[in-house]
């Protein structure tokens, strides 16, 4: 049959359902109608235009204010970029891009130009803290059929660069060294460390775990998120002196993360930069102060604490020269992200800081974006865009404080200490590292219920379905 038969039937079949039969329970039973769908790894070319287009000013240039002025400027707003820093960058260290986040990338034309530099890895194993024995293991392949979209690892700065050559391709406007001093609300304006003020009709604060806009839509809160009990060191290797190492080139062999788990640590590895760097996460408890910390002694500190591991993680930290110490925080659900007179919210890291332990921090601000947008696209007067932030705060804080709660139950999941609970957890992966079937497992990446709640999430669908749904019950409470 024509390609062109099966879409208009499909356009058909998913419009006689969709609007009108909302699943409100967990189900993947309607999938079927998406193979019917064209082309979703395509980026998508045609995109519904915002009915009454916005002066948008996002404070913060890094992945999630970025990933929002897309989202936004592909339906017809005008975006300004603010950010303090006189050059763009990211930390030099990896990131995962799940799929739930690669969908949105996917879509929006951004991994056009981050395809070349990411690396799809194979699987994800946990290994035993003492001896690299696999205890838990997820094949990341099966993602992409059953997502839609990649599990993807790169460099940080690669994900910020296409970012920004998207954002840029589209007409945002990004203003380096614009520090924002002042938020005011009143008139959706802020003033710059110059004295400059600048306008729009909504304020976007994207401006991270430091926030500052946080505390202009919250002045009760003090700006920081809460320091968690601990650490984590940061450090590339290059492939090249790994390769010469005979014991440790297997680790290369295919690509796949590694995640030694137990002893009230764990230490996340993978490679990135088209597999020429190693990237390394060591977390670990650590109460002192981060004001006491000097980075002279960081790589020292961290050899230490990892030395009675396995033989094969001791020899990977012996190849590390130098890393970073950073203290890992986490927020907890904000009374709101909008100001009250809904010229101004908050996203992002501002929004719902969390722990690395599901790697979604960016991924959340990366699906805030894209619901936002959404959100904002039927309002047709200014007189609706207050509900429609609304609703996106609901979607969105409900999502996030979830997956910050997820990102925690990994730090009590992964640190037992050798025991009876690391005895039945790791009994938990025991299935899937033999290949047998499993209904759930307490590797959260495995357990089919977490899996599809993380991963098979679209923000712009989920967005759009809960406009759909409030507009319903709307009308059911007025009938
Ligand atoms: C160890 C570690 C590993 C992680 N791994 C992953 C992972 O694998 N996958 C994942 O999805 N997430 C991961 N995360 C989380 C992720 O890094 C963050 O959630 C994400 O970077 C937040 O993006 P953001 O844009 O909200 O904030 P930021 O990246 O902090 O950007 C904020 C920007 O605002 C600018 N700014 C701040 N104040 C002002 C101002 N007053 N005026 C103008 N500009 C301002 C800053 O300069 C900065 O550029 C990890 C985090 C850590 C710590």
């Known amino acids: 049959m024509p390609a062109g038969v099966v879409n208009q039937r499909a356009q058909a079949v998913s419009h006689h359902l969709s609007p009108h039969f909302d699943v409100g329970y967990p189900s993947q039973s309607f999938l079927f109608l998406k193979t019917l769908k064209e082309d979703s790894k395509a980026t998508q070319q045609h995109v519904a235009q915002a009915k009454l287009p916005l002066r948008i000013v996002v404070v913060g240039a890094g992945l999630g204010g970025l ?12 975006v300004e970029v603010l950010e303090q820093a006189s050059q763009l960058g990211e930390v030099g260290a990896g990131i995962q891009v799940p799929p739930n986040s690669c969908l949105l990338l996917q879509r929006w034309g951004v991994l056009e130009h981050l395809g070349p530099h990411a690396v799809c890895p194979e699987s994800i194993k946990f290994r035993k803290w003492s001896n690299g ?30 970012l920004l050559a998207t954002a840029v391709n589209l007409g945002v406007e990004i203003r380096l060294d614009s520090k924002v001093t002042n938020y005011d609300a009143m008139d959706a304006s802020v003033q710059l460390s ?16 430091h926030s500052h806009a946080r505390a202009a839509v919250l002045p009760e809160m003090g700006p920081e998120p809460k320091r968690t009990e601990f650490a984590a060191y940061r450090a590339t290797i290059e492939v090249r002196k790994m390769k010469a190492d005979p014991a440790l080139r297997w680790l290369l062999d ?6 030694w788990i137990g002893d009230g640590s764990h230490v996340m590895a993978y490679t990135i930069s088209r597999g020429e760097a190693f990237n390394m996460v060591l977390c670990h408890a650590d109460q002192s102060d981060p004001a006491t910390w000097t980075q002279d002694t960081a790589v020292t500190d961290m050899k ?36 009250p007179l809904s010229k101004m919210l908050i996203l992002g890291d501002a929004a719902h800081a969390m722990l690395p332990y599901m790697s979604q921090g ?7 974006g894209a619901a936002l947008a959404v959100a904002l696209n039927d309002a047709a007067d200014r007189s609706e865009i207050p509900a429609a932030m609304q609703s996106f705060e609901a979607e969105r804080m409900e999502r996030s404080t979830a997956m910050q709660e997820a990102s925690r139950a990994n ?35 495995s ?7 993380t991963y098979g999430y679209d923000a712009e669908e989920r967005m759009a379905r809960a406009m759909r749904v409030g507009k319903v019950s709307k009308i059911d409470v007025t009938a």
Not at 362 to 368: G, N, W
Request: glycine share 8%.
């Open 67 to 78: 990933a929002t002025a897309i989202a936004l400027a592909r339906r017809g707003h005008s």
């Open 133 to 162: 024995e696999t205890v838990g293991y997820t094949e990341l392949r099966d993602m992409e059929h059953d997502f839609g979209a990649a599990y993807l690892v790169c460099h940080r700065a690669d994900l910020h660069r296409s």
């Open 194 to 209: 110059n004295g400059s003020r600048i306008a729009g009709d909504l304020i976007i604060g994207a401006d991270g775990i």
């Open 254 to 259: 295919k690509p796949s993360l590694h995640i």
């Open 304 to 339: 230490n604490h990892f030395a009675s591991w396995d033989p094969q993680l001791v020899k990977l930290t012996s190849m590390i020269d130098s890393c970073l110490k950073w203290p890992l925080k986490t927020g907890a659900r904000l009374r709101t992200w909008i100001h």
């Open 362 to 368: 960016a991924a959340m601000a990366v699906e805030d």
């Open 411 to 445: 730090g009590i999941i992964w640190h037992y200490e050798d025991g009876p609970e690391q005895i039945a957890r790791d009994q938990g992966m025991r299935a899937e590292v033999e290949g047998r079937p499993f209904s759930w497992s307490s590797n959260q990446w």
């Open 447 to 453: 357990d089919p219920v977490t899996s599809w709640w």
